[in-house]
């Protein structure tokens, strides 16, 4: 069975400042995907940034990046230059192609500081 | 335009009751799910279906019974309510499932069973 481990419960950063959150997951499939979700104090569930699992490029988006190593099973997400807003539980989720299961990790709650 | 709607938002009820929460997803996707956060923030798919029909249904008790009118909603029914439904369930929606598509969740439903 997948699995999905985030092994920071919480962690902070100052404003402008980067972050990396971890991410390592457990499958014997070869062809998955990756996803970041973030769930702010209102509770809503929002797509940072996703990974396929065959592309060796990292994702990007904006400030948001990731560091997928397959071999290690580990896809890390780096926050750039971060903002109040940013403050949010980041959770790490995989979903198998053949199951279609999107599985999520604990979550890692993120505080920015002023 | 809200995207994935819930209703209630907030439920609050007895044990032994049996209850109703609804979702509704304007985005036209063919694919819906259940997805259950305990206290501890953990998030669990329970229930997947795609275009009407059952494509996923993990282990949960046969008290949870989803229902699928047409692609556009996904309504979830709990029988006989226990102390431990209490969580917030969210309702989510993707263009297609087995494709890594992001899924778009709702704004989740805070049962307390009481």
């Known amino acids: 069975a997948q699995t999905v481990t985030q092994s920071q419960p919480e962690m902070s950063v100052q404003e402008a400042e980067t972050v990396t959150l971890s991410c390592t997951y457990d499958t014997s499939e070869s062809n998955y995907y990756l996803f970041w979700y973030k769930q702010p104090p209102s509770r809503q569930m929002i797509l940072v940034i996703r990974?396929?699992?065959?592309?060796?490029q990292n994702a990007t988006e904006n400030r948001f990046s990731v560091n997928f190593q397959k071999a290690a099973k580990s896809f890390s997400l780096k926050i750039s230059d971060s903002q109040l807003g940013d403050t949010a539980m980041y959770f790490c989720?995989?979903?198998?192609?053949?199951?279609?299961?999107?599985?999520f990790g604990q979550g890692t709650t993120l505080q920015v500081k002023p | 335009d809200t995207a994935v709607s819930q209703t209630p938002k907030y439920l609050v009820t007895q044990m032994g009751n049996d209850k109703s929460i609804k979702c509704e997803q304007n985005?036209?996707?063919?694919?819906m799910y259940w997805y259950k956060q305990d206290s501890k923030k953990f998030l669990k798919i329970m229930f997947s279906y795609n275009n009407k029909e059952l494509i996923i249904n993990e282990t949960v008790p046969n008290r949870f019974s989803p229902k699928s009118p047409d692609k556009a909603h996904l309504n979830l029914h709990i029988n006989s309510l226990e102390l431990g439904d209490s969580a917030v369930y969210f309702c989510a929606s993707s263009q297609a499932t087995f494709t890594g598509s992001e899924q778009y969740f709702g704004p989740g439903t805070r049962l307390t069973v009481t």
């Open positions: 990974q396929e699992a065959y592309k060796q």
């Open positions: 989720a995989f979903e198998s192609s053949n199951t279609g299961k999107l599985i």
């Open positions: 985005l036209g996707h063919d694919t």
